[in-house]
């Protein structure tokens, strides 16, 4: 692995500590560079080995951003249905093939899809998908997903 691309993720492990404190000084600082480079040392065998693609940069943030919009609008849908007088479930199990290449990032979207509240990936193997759905209006949205649409550009 090259140098430049081996220090970004520290740095980038690093940002994610600073953010995640409350407290920011000297100190903190200090800490949240032992364990950055502690970190990505005892995992440097499991990150990619090929250069990290800056440009795609952008289109991971934008993914980000459309996953927390999702995860905001599915707890707003399901807590209508708890909070609704007449609870109006139609759980079902749904099976999906994926076109996405990558086992990262048909992790991802494994991920992604568990994270979003009503749905839950029971398996993933290969390209297909066992998902579980708390009502059956979202099946159409997991087969046209939003979330493989953004990882095909980023694969792509």
Known sequence: MKKSIALI???LLLLFWIILCEKYNFEVLLIGIVVAV????????????????????PLYA???I??????VLANISVAKIVLSPKINVSPCIVKIKTQLNSSLHRAILANSITLTPGT?????????LVIHCLVK????????????????????
């Open 137 to 156: 209006e979202n099946i159409p949205d997991l087969v046209d997903s939003k979330f493989e649409k953004l990882l095909l550009k980023i694969e792509g």
């Open 38 to 57: 502690t970190v990505y040392y005892l995992n440097r065998n499991f990150l990619p080995n090929r250069e990290l693609k800056i440009h795609k940069l």
């Open 9 to 11: 993720w520290p740095g």
């Open 66 to 71: 459309l996953l927390l919009k999702e995860i």
């Open 62 to 64: 934008l993914y980000v």
């Open 120 to 128: 839950l990936t029971l398996q993933l193997t290969d390209d297909e």
